[in-house]
DNA sequence: TCCTAACCGAGACGGTACGTCGCGTCTTAGG
DNA sequence: CCTAAGACGCGACGTACCGTCTCGGTTAGGA
């Protein structure tokens, strides 16, 4: 027996959820968390663009935050790429890299992003939920590459992978939140290719 | 006649300000801010804390922002160090980031950053006021590291060091704000080395 | 269908008005206006003392001043008598001003009432409202009394009766606003003995 | 030798107070508290008009009610009529009021006096001052004429005087503070009449 | 066909913090 | 000794959101 059914055999009686209220307070949501961020954006306002009541929105989320984490689940993480695999190092980061750059790029999801940071960084729990969802899946994946690149011998065996990782996505991170300069697509090369480089070195 | 003859030229009329109120908004601000936050931090808070009427806070600060703004520098960029040359790329890297990451690793300074990151989002003009006091100082001491390493013939002339310095700080700035793994002597040793590897490629 | 049912026909949506809070407001506003006056009473005082917030008070009343209307209007204006018909003016006179005078006495509303009359000079609204409440009412109990007696031509028709009511709550008002002297049952008697004598006049 | 020369007497070292300081604090609260009454009208704004600082104000006047009670002193009461005998009551109690109901209607002194009698039911001291200043004097003024008439036989030795100030002056306060009707002469008159008629009434 | 549980909107509630204003006091430099 | 300038501690203002709580109504399955 799968776990779905188990969980549809709660007897569920009363009235079902209403899905035009889940929609409505998502979309709702994230129009205000684009227009504004985190901060600017209140749960009244959420409620009065959804049409629907307060209430309903914390019985769903517990909190803003936790709503907004699923908003943008929603609309960025739907389009995770599946790995590719091209055979070398930079060829895998480069497709793994690029069009979430892209997708960072396009819309001012940094506003959302930094408030995100900001709360987890006093909510011990909601920064777990926040790098369970947003951060380590991304990691995953870049961490099979290395591991990959490990396996094949185009990178050393002692190649500290999580520091990698760090350099990799930091940079974008840094872009993203400090605004000094854009997230283009010759950045992400250039920023694949000292990553890739750096782990290549070959001291003699 | 130089500039400070004519600054205290001023005629300097009326009560001067409080130098035991400034000191004790500074001083209370950075205990709130350091043990909650920026958004845990009330102005209210701090004018208790410190004695004073939040008017005064407002009078000199315009708005709680650019209070941790300065909070920050005071006690944080006081102790930037000078740069050494060591006559390598590495060696002068590290010189700057070790000191820098011990202090970011000390006490909990992502709070505040990430909150004040949070504000700059929506505000252009505190994320300008933001970066010319934290950023780009920091970005300058690494650039004129960087173009001594390129004057040296140590790397290429054509190395992308806004790149470079984007992928040095975003490591840091990835584990301060994520709080994944933390702000290590040896993680920053292994950022510069791979910076450094990375830049350094000789394309054949 | 009545009026009544016509209101009632109102759909009365969402969480109805506590009237836990509108009797605790009342009676919390009403203590510190007669201990001190409407200036040394603040909303903030009120809410605490009523266990209410400030926007709740807010919500149903507009300002301190409304506030305090209604306080004095229903725990005053509340046993306002019924006129009584004695066939005399100043028997009628007496029995409608003794008990209103022994109330003003018995009380500091002057504080109050100081208080409501100086935010109606710079509030022509306001204004409008205090005297549609307190003062109108009262008068047109007099007015009554002076038309019967003019009916039964005890006093003359040609009686300016509006400046005659100035005089006959005026010397009340002088009293209680000025503290030169208390409001004696005494004093009412006399100050409506004046009055019915000054407009008793027979002009040879 | 006389109370003037010894005052003169003392040593008066030190700058002197300056007259055009005084005389533009005022002129400034004159208009200020014309403007808007007792309430609207700021310290900080009668400073600023005046050309002056606050603490100049607050070393010549305690508080602003002081400063409120002289500027209104100053300007009217300046210009109160010496006692005229005309022989008989209702002719010396005209001459006494018209003056004062023309100068009260001409402009918006009610805002004033209203403030000033707001303040005066929390504050017994100043409610002296205050009564000492504006109300006496008058007073006074009516009271030698009704003991005149008294001595002439006009009216009766046992006419309650105080009780007929009260009339007299309350129906002119009475309009002043609650602005139902204006202060005309004719209203003076009437007034006049409906008192002097009052206590010249002649039990049989 | 009714009952009853779970949902829904509306919106009032107790709180906390906001940024501003006015008070009366103070601390300077200067006439 | 007085003055202007203006900073200061204090306390109240009226507003905005927070997350919670009633209400009257709606929508389903089970009795």
Redesign the pocket.
């Known amino acids: 027996m799968s776990d779905t059914e188990a969980l549809q055999e709660a007897?569920?009686?009363?009235?079902?959820?209403?899905e035009?209220?889940?929609k409505?307070i998502l979309a709702a949501a994230s129009e205000l968390l684009l227009d504004g961020g985190l901060d600017?954006?209140?749960?009244?306002?959420?409620?009065?663009r959804?049409?629907?009541?307060?209430?309903?929105?914390?019985?769903?989320w517990?909190?803003?935050?936790l709503l907004a984490l699923e908003v943008l689940f929603a609309e960025w993480d739907a389009q995770r790429p599946a790995s590719s695999d091209t055979g070398a190092l930079a060829g895998d980061l480069l497709a793994l890299i690029r069009p979430w750059a892209r997708q960072l790029g396009a819309r001012p999801y940094g506003r959302v992003i930094a408030g995100l940071l900001a709360r987890a960084q006093s909510d011990p729990g909601f920064a777990e939920e926040y790098r369970a969802r947003f951060v380590e899946p991304r990691r995953d994946q870049a961490r099979e590459i290395f591991a990959r690149a490990i396996e094949r011998g185009e990178i050393a065996k002692r190649t500290d992978v999580e520091s990698a990782l760090d350099l990799l996505y930091g940079a974008f991170y840094q872009r993203l939140l400090h605004g000094h300069a854009p997230l283009t697509d010759r950045f992400a090369r250039t920023v694949v290719g000292y990553v890739v480089a750096g782990v290549s070195q070959t001291p003699i």
Do not use: H
Request: glycine residues 6%; without cysteine; charged residues 35%.
């Open positions: 007897p569920r009686r009363g009235r079902p959820r209403s035009r209220s889940r409505a600017s954006t209140s749960m009244d306002a959420v409620a009065e959804a049409g629907t009541s307060k209430a309903t929105i914390y019985r769903w517990p909190s803003k935050e």
